[in-house]
């Protein structure tokens, strides 16, 4: 593995990071306690060419590779003080993007693709159910085959941009009875009969980020929507899943290099007995293992994107990468506030924040059971 970063893969992380600084920080305080999906910002990440990134030219995106494309949303996550907008991003882009560039014909990356390259569509991926999350092909949505295509039936829950989705990418099954070789995946456009988003669910973090459910009830889609083979939705899933649990965290990987930042800037600053309080062991021994977690993370990232990118099998790494850098954040999150004490507890100083924000990244794309399930189960155990 090649640790150092070529100049032009340097310029990447920095050029979004410069964009993020000077495009998408603006009013994202009110907009994370208002709960607002901040849309022009999406346009904006668009043009810089966020959501693109990963996609051929030809297809209205960019082209870059697996690991350009961490760095990319690493610099985005470092420079946005929001991290909301910035998951919105890599959920889109690593799940529902990734399965239609994998799996999806000509006529439908050609007819998706480019209007979500330009921001001007965006899209939701939806598996999980009330009765179904871990246990993701226990779900109940259904699928019956109809002369023109299927009809489908059924409520997906918790799923990221659901209430302001244009399109999504669903998973039901034709027989519950079937487990996963029941599955199959559509392509639903919002303007379907039949299929609706409920309204924004509220939450503690990520709260720029819009969550809902896609509601279909008896929702035609032609059989030119279904993704890939009938009965294919477990392998289409299981596949999207490696590489978002591989790299929705690189934003993340961005904000753990702020956050540690700012906890040295602030030890170096706030004066307690006639001294910083970064010179109490305590406290510097905190920041210390601050370090440690995010230079881990970084590795495990760039491991697995590596890996992936020059054609190895990543599976293992793509899960113990999930893994660290979700705990790593939560752990360092309050880590960073114990830091500040009383001023991290308080919002004003929006320390609190990253904690509210990494919670959830302990339960989506697979909980830490089910990660450290994955990584038993490839060690044989
Ligand atoms: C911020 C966020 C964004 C999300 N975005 C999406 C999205 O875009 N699309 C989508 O479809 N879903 C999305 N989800 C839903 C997410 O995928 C599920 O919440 C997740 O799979 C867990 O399912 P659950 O919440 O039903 O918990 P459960 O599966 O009920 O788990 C409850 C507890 O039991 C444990 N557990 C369950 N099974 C096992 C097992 N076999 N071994 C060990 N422990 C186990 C879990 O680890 C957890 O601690 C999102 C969730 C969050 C929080």
Not at 66 to 79: A, D, F, I, P
Not at 240 to 251: D, K, L, N, Q
Not at 255 to 260: C, D, E, I, S, T
Request: with cysteine; hydrophobic share 40%.
């Amino acid at each position: 593995m090649e640790f150092a970063l070529s100049e032009a893969q340097r310029a990447i992380r920095t050029g979004a990071d410069t964009f993020a600084r000077d495009h998408l920080n603006e009013d994202w305080v009110d907009h994370d306690r208002s709960g607002r999906f901040p849309r022009d910002a999406w346009r904006r990440c668009a043009a810089f060419g966020i959501q693109g990134a990963m996609v051929p030219a030809s297809l209205g995106g960019q082209g870059l590779d697996v690991l350009s494309t961490v760095l990319m949303l690493e610099g985005l996550g470092y420079g946005c003080r929001d991290n909301g907008l910035p998951f919105a991003l890599a959920s889109q882009m690593w799940s529902l993007q990734a399965a239609l560039m994998r799996f999806g014909d000509d006529a439908q990356k050609a007819r998706y693709l480019p209007e979500l390259c330009r921001g001007e569509r965006i899209g939701a991926f939806g598996i999980t159910e009330l009765d179904s999350g871990s246990d993701t092909y226990a779900l109940q949505t259904r699928c019956e085959k109809t002369e023109r295509g299927y009809t489908l039936n059924g409520r997906k829950s918790y799923v990221t941009l659901a209430p302001v989705a244009d399109m999504a990418i669903v998973f039901a099954t034709r027989d519950p009875a079937l487990g996963r070789w029941g599955i199959s995946a559509f392509i639903v456009d919002s303007s379907t009969p039949g299929f609706r988003t409920s309204q924004v669910v509220d939450k503690m973090g990520m709260r720029t980020c819009p969550m809902g459910e896609l509601i279909l009830e008896d929702c035609q889609v032609p059989e030119h929507h279904r993704l890939g083979p009938e009965g294919a939705g477990a392998s289409i899933f299981s596949t999207a899943m490696e590489s978002e649990r591989g790299y929705i965290f690189a934003c993340q990987l961005g904000a753990m290099q702020r956050q540690l930042e700012d906890a040295v800037s602030y030890a170096r600053e706030r004066q307690q007995f006639g001294q910083a309080i970064g010179k109490f062991q305590s406290v510097s021994n905190r920041l210390a293992d601050m370090k440690l977690r995010l230079e881990l993370s970084r590795m495990l990232l760039y491991k697995a994107a590596w890996l992936d990118a020059s054609g190895h099998p990543s599976a293992m790494d793509a899960a113990l990468a999930k893994l660290q850098l979700s705990e790593a954040f939560v752990d360092s999150s309050l880590d960073s506030i114990r830091t500040y004490g009383a001023r991290g507890f308080v919002t004003e100083h929006e320390v609190e924040r990253d904690l509210r924000d990494g919670i959830g990244g302990l339960i989506y794309s697979g909980t830490s059971d089910i990660q450290r399930n994955i990584i038993a189960r490839l060690l044989g155990v």
